[in-house]
């Protein structure tokens, strides 16, 4: 039997970041030719970008309730949201052919952060999860990284071969900021006692940047499972990632072994 790969499609990739819900379509159509292509079981996490962070910023969801704030429109705004956002990356997936089914994680899931509660659900065919406004016993509600579904997922579901973040923009974990990178300036193995200058667009982005990535694969990367971090932009990168082939990135290792 086809083993599992949990794979995130990063919100930077599947929108346009800075313009308020905008899908990029080229690119989920193209991340949905390649899920099309492989025989390997998938699980699909997929991040917010413009659709998630903007307005979770503007009225400080990550916080949960903050007395003063008139929060309770944008925490139904977001969760629509982000139900519109998954609906396109559900329609392009069906359309190649997939059998996709999409899991709302404000409807099963519990609390933020890695050890957020709530059964993972689970598909026979293509499983979707995303990034979401989550309900949270002690603060109210808050935003569940699609990060921390990366390692949950990962670690928790049967048969997981390996785990591919795919972001926009960048081959993989930097040495210094995108804006300033040269080719040499890839690292192609990451562990944790690494220091990187990674770009965290604190401006727009309320869960953590490429440093949650990092320390979220490097948790799945300790208990044996391979990570890697590509570049989704470039669907042959994003098949033979899948498939476990050697493809140009940044394998993640936990630094433990
Ligand atoms: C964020 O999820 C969810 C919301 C802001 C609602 P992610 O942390 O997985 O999103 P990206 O990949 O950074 O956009």
């Known amino acids: 039997m086809a083993g599992t790969v949990v794979i995130k499609w990063g919100g930077g990739l599947i929108t346009h970041k ?3 819900c905008t899908v990029n379509l080229e690119i989920i159509r ?6 099309s292509k492989t025989s390997k079981k998938l699980v699909i996490v997929h991040g917010a970008g413009s659709f998630g962070h903007l307005k979770a910023k503007k009225y400080r969801l990550a916080e949960g309730r903050i007395s003063g704030i008139d929060q309770d429109s944008a925490v139904i705004d977001v969760r629509n949201d982000m139900l519109e956002l998954n609906s396109v990356v559900v329609k392009e ?5 997939l059998d996709v089914q999409s899991y709302s994680p404000h409807q099963w899931a519990n609390g933020t952060g890695a ?6 659900p689970l598909h026979h065919g293509v499983t979707v999860v995303y990034g979401d406004v989550v309900d949270d016993d002690t603060k109210e509600f808050g935003i569940l ?34 804006s300033k990178a040269g080719p040499d300036d890839l690292i192609e193995v990451w562990t944790p006692n690494m220091e990187f200058e990674g ?56 630094g433990n072994c």
Not at 93 to 97: C, D
């Open 30 to 35: 193209s991340l949905a030719e390649v899920c």
């Open 145 to 178: 990284s699609g990060d921390d579904l990366m390692l949950r997922y990962s670690i928790e579901i049967p048969n997981v071969e390996r785990a591919v973040f795919a972001i926009g923009g960048v081959d993989g974990i930097l040495r210094v900021p995108p």
């Open 93 to 97: 997936l069906r359309s190649f052919g």
């Open 115 to 120: 050890d957020f509660t709530g059964e993972l």
């Open 199 to 254: 770009e965290h667009a604190a401006d727009i982005d309320v869960t953590g940047g490429i440093g949650l990535k990092a320390t979220r694969g490097a948790m799945i990367a300790a208990t044996g499972i391979e990570v890697v971090l590509i570049n989704g932009e470039i669907p042959e990168r994003v098949l033979d990632a899948i498939e476990g082939k050697s493809v140009i990135g940044t394998r993640i290792e936990s």
């Open 18 to 20: 800075d313009q308020l």
